[in-house]
């Protein structure tokens, strides 16, 4: 149980085009998850997070106009990357947060990450 | 506030013999601390976690880790290292102080020689 999925698992495009990534929890429900980006040899460094039903939480630092993200279902969050630059090329890792309390309010399950390579 | 620290960027063993990564936190309350795994190219697998049970924690593929409060460390350990344990490996901490976001310590890759 606890499956985290994101699709896509990577991606290239080119500078200025817009890129979508989906996070889903498979097999329990998520009211809270949380979008990472990871520089190559570096940590986890957590962007925004992302409430069903509700704005977003970014980062400081993290530009939010730049980076969209929608939590539109319990079983769903997406992430936006508007107006790619090759600066914005990164590994992208979602988690997300079991509602059922049993489970551990304070338990991730984290996602397989998306690679975005912007040329 | 809420950190991390891995004491080791780099560790290096010998196929068979005792691995030790360390980490010491920092925690404002009652912490929830986790070792995860990261392969390359490859999202986060959870080793293990302690959540205010028992001190020793044991995880899978043999790991397991103590907490110890008064040294406000959760160092992971195995008694034997396989070549598929070559991977990065991450200390987390957490509390409700924080709203039990998750605090991120620098990794520590590990490398297992033949």
């Known amino acids: 149980g606890a499956v985290v999925s994101q699709h896509p698992s990577w991606v290239i495009c080119k500078s200025g085009t817009s890129v979508k990534i989906e996070c889903r929890s498979l097999?329990?429900?998520?009211?809270?998850m949380f979008w990472y980006r990871q520089f190559p040899k570096q940590s986890l460094m957590l962007m925004a997070t992302?409430?069903?039903?509700?704005?977003?939480?970014?980062e400081q630092g993290v530009e939010k106009d730049k980076f969209l993200i929608n939590h539109a279902s319990l079983t769903l969050s997406t992430l936006t990357v508007t107006s790619a630059h090759p600066e914005d090329s990164s590994f992208y890792i979602c988690?997300?947060?079991?509602?059922?309390?049993?489970?551990?309010?304070?338990?991730?399950?984290f996602g397989p990450g998306t690679r975005l390579t912007v040329t | 506030a809420q950190s991390v620290t891995q004491l080791d960027s780099h560790v290096s063993v010998s196929e068979g013999t005792p691995v030790l990564l360390r980490c010491n936190y920092s925690?404002?309350?009652?912490?929830?601390l986790f070792w995860y795994v990261q392969h390359p190219n490859k999202g986060l697998q959870l080793l293990l976690k302690?959540?205010?049970?028992?001190?020793l924690v044991k995880g899978i593929n043999g790991f397991e880790a103590e907490f110890k409060k008064s040294e406000t460390s959760f160092h992971l350990t195995k008694p034997s290292a396989h070549m598929s344990d070559a991977a990065e490996y991450f200390c987390?901490?957490?509390?409700?102080?924080?709203?039990?976001?998750?605090?991120f310590g620098t990794g520590t890759s590990l490398t297992v020689i033949p």
């Open positions: 992302s409430n069903e039903g509700s704005k977003a939480t970014y």
């Open positions: 302690y959540t205010s049970a028992a001190t």
């Open positions: 987390v901490v957490s509390d409700l102080w924080s709203g039990n976001q998750f605090y």
């Open positions: 097999d329990f429900q998520a009211t809270t």
């Open positions: 925690s404002s309350y009652s912490p929830s």
């Open positions: 988690s997300a947060r079991d509602i059922n309390f049993l489970a551990g309010p304070y338990e991730q399950y």
